[in-house]
């Protein structure tokens, strides 16, 4: 069964905006998550996966964090995407080939992954070059 657009802004809206979805939840009260981490993947994490299955790995790599808040993030019509354009860190070594990127909760490690989806085109890491994935870069709640 399919969700509403209602219900799947408001969830999105909530997972990436940090806005309470009236009468079902409320943002964290004591510490709530201030960001969101995107990860990069050399192929798809999975359904299972998480923000290291697949992440990509070259000297001077890092996740990168978005606001959460609408700063960072734009919610409409069940599709979220990111205001500006995500920049990784340049390589100092390794080329890998980011396929997949991911969101989710933690700086580093497993944490709890919200989306994952591909990136069209793949960007080829190359060393000395920073890596960008574009603002235009979206996920659509289902």
């Known amino acids: ?11 999105l809206k909530l997972i990436y905006n940090a806005t309470a979805w009236a009468n079902v939840a ?9 960001n969101i981490y995107v990860a990069a993947h050399s192929a798809d994490p999975g ?3 998480n923000q290291t299955t697949s992440e ?3 000297t001077g790599y890092a996740r ?14 069940n599709v979220v995407q990111p205001v500006a354009a995500i920049t990784f860190p340049q390589s100092s070594s ?12 933690a700086v580093s490690g497993a944490g709890v992954r919200f989306h994952a989806g591909p990136v069209t ?3 080829t890491v190359s060393v000395s070059t920073t890596q960008v994935i574009a603002n235009a870069t979206t996920i659509t709640e289902t």
């Open 121 to 123: 085109p793949n960007v």
């Open 94 to 105: 390794g080329t890998p080939v980011i396929t997949h990127v991911s969101t989710g909760s």
């Open 64 to 77: 990168q964090a978005v606001a959460r808040t609408t700063g960072g993030w734009t919610v409409t019509n």
């Open 1 to 11: 069964m399919a969700k509403s657009t209602a219900m799947a802004n408001a969830l």
């Open 56 to 58: 990509i790995v070259y």
């Open 26 to 34: 409320d943002n964290a009260a004591s510490s709530p998550l201030t």
């Open 47 to 49: 359904v299972a996966g």
